[in-house]
């Protein structure tokens, strides 16, 4: 198999793969590499394993730590090393338990400051924000693991793992991977058509618009943000409840499905109800844009990405022309 013939599912589990963050690493690689024929293997690593500390025999390297990064690292700006001994002091503390909302501020908090540094245009001293993010953030999953957090349940029901599961792997991964954090669109087609998706999820993402992403034992189901400098993957995001103490009008940015009570009657019920109070920004828009929009993206999977992957034809024409007829067909594809 080549590496353009992963099903979307697959590349999602390879792009989310980084070992400080999730356990269940290798069971994704030893699931998918074996199908792959040696040069699509090698892509794989080169362009995901290795930027997540993978080696070429799939050995995870453990990174540096702050500690280690500040003491052989010149930080010449005043700003960054005063955060990044404050970062450091933080997590070399040990409190056997820490409030998890009282966490989530003071974490984005001192992501906030840190990012807000103005460095102009000096290479070396934005290496040094991006290395002590990084190794800020990696410490930060390793002293989740090692405290009690004290959590609100809510009405979503959360306890501890949950709230540590969604830290590590989703704002934690998020902030470390930018650009190339995964997360799956609910209106997509191709996650829709997924054989190990819930009917929960497949009968939502039918009537709203949300971010999905999956953990080893959780999906959680985000709601977009309605303003454009605002992360909706934030852990105080998660964490907030919109409503006080009146269950009726509470309002959620994020729903938990648990995995292992998906069979659950009573469990899919509690999960409907919070579904019902997800917030997304496709309320009240009419089912004829909604039809459109499906229907664009049906065209666009079964007609476009098709014609994308085929290969021109070696039949001895010019290049040229037979990308000029592609283009003809794409036209055709997309006005008809």
Same mark, same amino acid.
């Given at each position: 198999?080549?590496?353009?013939?992963?099903?979307?599912?697959?590349?999602?589990?390879?792009?989310?793969?980084?070992?400080?963050?999730?356990?269940?690493?290798?069971?994704?690689? @030893?699931? !998918?590499?074996?199908?792959?024929?040696?040069?699509?293997?090698?892509?794989?690593?080169?362009?995901?394993?290795?930027?997540?500390? @993978?080696?070429?025999?799939?050995?995870?390297?453990?990174?540096?730590?702050?500690?280690?990064?500040?003491?052989?690292?010149?930080?010449?700006?005043?700003?960054?090393?005063?955060?990044?001994?404050?970062?450091?002091?933080?997590?070399?503390?040990?409190?056997?338990?820490?409030?998890? !909302?009282?966490?989530? =501020?003071?974490?984005?908090?001192?992501?906030?400051?840190?990012?807000?540094?103005?460095?102009? =245009?000096?290479?070396?001293?934005?290496?040094?924000?991006?290395?002590?993010?990084?190794?800020?953030?990696?410490?930060?999953?390793?002293?989740?693991?090692?405290?009690?957090?004290?959590?609100?349940?809510?009405?979503?029901?959360?306890?501890?793992? !949950?709230?540590?599961?969604?830290?590590?792997?989703?704002? @934690?991964?998020?902030?470390?991977?930018?650009?190339?954090?995964?997360?799956?669109?609910?209106?997509?087609?191709?996650?829709? #058509?997924?054989?190990?998706?819930?009917?929960?999820?497949?009968? #939502?993402?039918?009537?709203?618009?949300? /971010?999905?992403?999956?953990?080893?034992?959780?999906?959680?189901?985000?709601?977009?943000?309605?303003?454009?400098?605002?992360?909706?993957?934030?852990?105080?995001? /998660?964490?907030?409840?919109?409503?006080?103490?009146?269950?009726?009008?509470?309002?959620?940015?994020?729903?938990?499905?648990? *995995?292992?009570?998906?069979?659950?009657?009573?469990?899919?019920?509690?999960?409907?109800?919070?579904?019902?109070?997800?917030?997304?920004?496709?309320?009240?828009?009419?089912?004829?844009?909604?039809?459109?929009?499906?229907?664009?993206?049906?065209?666009?999977?079964?007609?476009?990405?098709?014609?994308?992957?085929? #290969?021109?034809? *070696?039949?001895?024409? #010019?290049?040229?022309?037979?990308?000029?007829?592609?283009?003809?067909?794409?036209?055709?594809?997309?006005?008809?």
């Amino acid at each position: 198999m080549y590496v353009y013939e992963l099903s979307e599912y697959q590349v999602y589990q390879l792009k989310s793969i980084d070992p400080a963050l999730g356990g269940n690493w290798k069971t994704i690689l @030893i699931s !998918i590499l074996p199908q792959l024929d040696i040069p699509s293997r090698k892509s794989v690593y080169e362009k995901i394993l290795s930027k997540r500390n @993978i080696s070429p025999n799939f050995t995870y390297i453990i990174p540096d730590d702050l500690r280690s990064l500040l003491s052989k690292t010149a930080i010449r700006h005043r700003e960054l090393k005063a955060i990044a001994i404050q970062m450091l002091k933080f997590i070399e503390s040990k409190p056997d338990s820490y409030d998890a !909302i009282e966490l989530a =501020d003071k974490v984005e908090a001192m992501i906030d400051y840190l990012n807000r540094i103005d460095i102009g =245009d000096h290479i070396l001293d934005q290496k040094s924000r991006e290395s002590i993010k990084k190794a800020f953030l990696y410490d930060l999953a390793f002293w989740i693991d090692n405290v009690n957090l004290i959590v609100q349940p809510g009405i979503r029901h959360l306890n501890t793992d !949950i709230v540590k599961t969604y830290f590590k792997e989703v704002f @934690i991964k998020q902030k470390i991977q930018g650009r190339d954090f995964r997360a799956w669109d609910s209106t997509d087609i191709d996650f829709q #058509e997924q054989d190990n998706l819930p009917d929960i999820i497949k009968r #939502e993402a039918k009537r709203k618009k949300f /971010f999905v992403i999956e953990s080893e034992r959780y999906w959680f189901l985000i709601g977009i943000a309605d303003k454009s400098r605002q992360n909706p993957y934030s852990i105080k995001r /998660f964490l907030h409840e919109d409503g006080g103490s009146n269950d009726l009008f509470v309002y959620l940015t994020h729903v938990v499905i648990r *995995k292992e009570l998906i069979d659950e009657e009573s469990y899919i019920r509690h999960v409907k109800y919070c579904t019902s109070r997800l917030y997304t920004l496709d309320a009240g828009v009419s089912d004829t844009i909604i039809k459109f929009i499906a229907e664009a993206q049906h065209l666009c999977k079964t007609q476009i990405i098709p014609l994308l992957k085929k #290969e021109l034809k *070696k039949d001895g024409e #010019e290049t040229e022309y037979h990308i000029s007829k592609r283009m003809n067909d794409y036209e055709h594809q997309i006005t008809i």
